[in-house]
């Protein structure tokens, strides 16, 4: 059983940046790969980043691509969210998760993720 823990959102406005910790424990962090994902009132999750294993294999939605950096230290059991040049539209609750294995395969889709953390709401004002 692997536990997250998301922190460091909050109200920052268009054009700020914040940076988005998630904390693992419970299992071998390197055997997972990570994902953030994001929720806005009314809609559906949707998928932000994705890291492999290793850290090597990096996916970013096209809405983030060149203003989000998604990255992980093994030593420390933490993946990070960098988050630069925000907008209004960025605005939701984001959630990082781990998706077992080494294969760098549905590392896109949320139904691949078995463990979620609770959350850091990211509120971005224009």
């Known amino acids: 059983q692997v536990q997250l823990v998301e922190s460091g959102g909050g109200l920052v406005q268009a054009g700020g940046s914040l940076r988005l910790p998630c904390a693992a424990s419970?299992?071998?962090?390197?055997?997972?790969?990570m994902g953030w994902f994001r929720q806005a009132p009314g809609k559906e999750r949707e998928y932000v980043a994705a890291?492999?294993?290793?850290?090597?294999?990096?996916y970013y939605t096209d809405s983030v691509k060149g203003r989000f950096t998604i990255s992980r230290d093994n030593a420390k059991n933490t993946v990070f969210l960098q988050m630069d040049s925000l907008k209004p539209e960025d605005t939701a609750a984001y959630y990082c998760a781990a998706k077992f294995g080494t294969r760098d395969v549905g590392l896109t889709t949320p139904g691949a993720y078995i463990y979620w953390g609770q959350g850091t709401q990211v509120t971005v004002s224009s």
């Open positions: 890291v492999n294993w290793s850290g090597w294999t990096i």
């Open positions: 419970g299992g071998s962090f390197s055997n997972y790969a």
